[in-house]
């Protein structure tokens, strides 16, 4: 038995008795309740203003459209058709893939750590809401230092060293976040039946909360200029800022949930005959970027009241300016200062406290979802079948114990790293992966038969070797960008005017390097084809340089939603079928196939180029290399998982029941064997 016939067989064994969601409503609220979280209230808003208000949006919408929408939606089909997880559903395409999906399951895994610490400062300040002297309202920045532990160190500059006080562990945030992993259990405990019924709770009311918040807000004196600064004010300049890419893919990424293993976990409850598709994926995707927007009018609102009454009561002495705050200090610090000065601030801290923790505990669970559906599908998990509540409880106790990290006064540090380099460096690469696994490898069997797999893999190959050196030519050319602290203001600025046009410089000619490359490697690839088909030349191009793999979901999620005796059957690359695609707006059409496996996976692949090159030339965010050391393991460690399962893809699958040997040693040698599994007769 072949490699397809045991992954039908493992689908079969997976599909038994698996939970399905109990309304398609239920589906779209909890994956809706996982996209919107914290970085929707002050994450989002904060890049807006850090990068020029609305000039961020242009990179934003651009990303969301054209990169993250059909990540999405790619995402939403595997785990629907294949009724898998991440790593399952990745490895019924291809069994050396199934490292993709691991590495992005525990990436989303990780991100839960330090996203509950986040939770319990909120934990902490909404039970401190209900005091008659609330604690938060006196000195704000100083009380979430005392929160957050972060004044309880310093920074050495000439030894380059952070200097800690003392090592004190912090028991307020270490009661919350025991109370935020409780919820997280009773949330998804019974599944999908329990995590449908949460949803419907915590998803509206979020929602409410901010609508009441945003008109209490604009009664607010200054709550006009706050607005201004968040969306009307316009610096162009920011445009130029490779960052700002970097940024807007990060958000993007982190707000919808994908390449974390939650929406093919949600979506592997799905019907496979009756979901559509295309249609959650647009509801998910606009449903997000509207509430980040409304999140963002919330804050901004009551920071202009602050920016006002900060000129009125000192005039031109007034120095602060909250629109700067960084993201964490826009919820802990700036907002709550804001609602200080309101009447009945008990009243305002609770419900929008009780907002951040409703907001981020969907996010929260759903990542722990994602673990829990991965060890439920893995062959251990089907081979003894635990209760559901025990495999959420075992993944509860691991997260909240490997929260301990971030309870000392370090945390706050290896916080931001730990998130620099899942968020910025790990989505970014299991984005890349991804469209690479469906795009370029999934039906790539089909095109061998075509054309021939000398023609296939030559063209493949060679369409990524000239994108890597087109890249690195572009970015070796410039040299190192200035730096504004070595400079002075004017020759920093005449640096950066001749670093621009090198830069230029370099993009054209690492781009002609691309562009003639790839058509080189395509008239190659043309004249070796010989496979077991007489083609036309049109035909071997598209069996050559053709989206099979994508075609093959598109053709799954557009039959679903397609009248068949009216319409007949949805066919891929046929006139009649794709001009329907292109004007309904519950199927994916063919530019869907076209951003997955040629512009996603290009402008990815460039970005983690990108990040590479400005993690060597300075560290992240002035901390010491050994402290990023963590960060960097972290990411290592999701390199590691699909370099490991592509080569020794047979540890994915249960020895017991497909190595056909005896003893322990002989089981462990079989896994470690590297070829894909094969039954013994």
Known sequence: MGDTDIEAKIQEDREKGRKQWDHPISFILAAVGSAVGLGNVWR?????SQYGGAPFLIPYFFILIFVGMPILGMELCIGTFYQAGDADAFGSMNPRLRGIGLASVFAGFTITFYYCIILGYACVYFVESFHKDIPWVTNTGEHFENISMSGKYSFNVVDGEYVFTDTEFNWRVFIGIAVIWILIFLSIFKGVKSTGWVVKFTVPLPLLILVILIIRGAFLDGAGEGIENYLIKWDGTKLNDPDIWTKAIGQVFFSLGVCMGVM?????????????????????SLSDTGIALLGGFAIYEVLGHMQYKCREELGDGCKENYYEQASMGLAFIAYPSGLATLEAPQFWGIIFFGCLIMLGIDSAFSLCECMVTFLKDCWIGLRWRPKTWMVVLTTCIVGFLAGFLYLFNSGIIYLDIIDNYINNWGMVLIGTLECFAVGWVHKIDEQDQKVGKLSVRLYNFGFVIFLLVGTIVALAMPGDAPIKEDLAAAAYEEALEAYGTKRAEALGVGLAIFFIGWILCTCISIVLSKGDQQLCLGSKLWAIVGW?????????????????DKDGVWVANTWKSEFQALYRHDCFCIAFGFLIKYFSYGLLLVVTCTNIKGDIQKAYGGYPRDMLAVGQLVFAFMVFLVLLVAIFPRIMYDPYKHSGKKTSAGRLMWMLTPKTCELSS
């Open 264 to 284: 093919t976990a949600y979506s592997s409850h799905n019907s496979k005959t009756k979901t559509n598709v295309a249609m959650s994926e647009k509801a998910i």
């Open 548 to 564: 099979h793999g994508v075609d093959d979901l598109r053709t799954q999620a557009n039959n679903i939603v397609r009248n068949k």
């Open 44 to 48: 989002f808003p904060n890049l807006v």
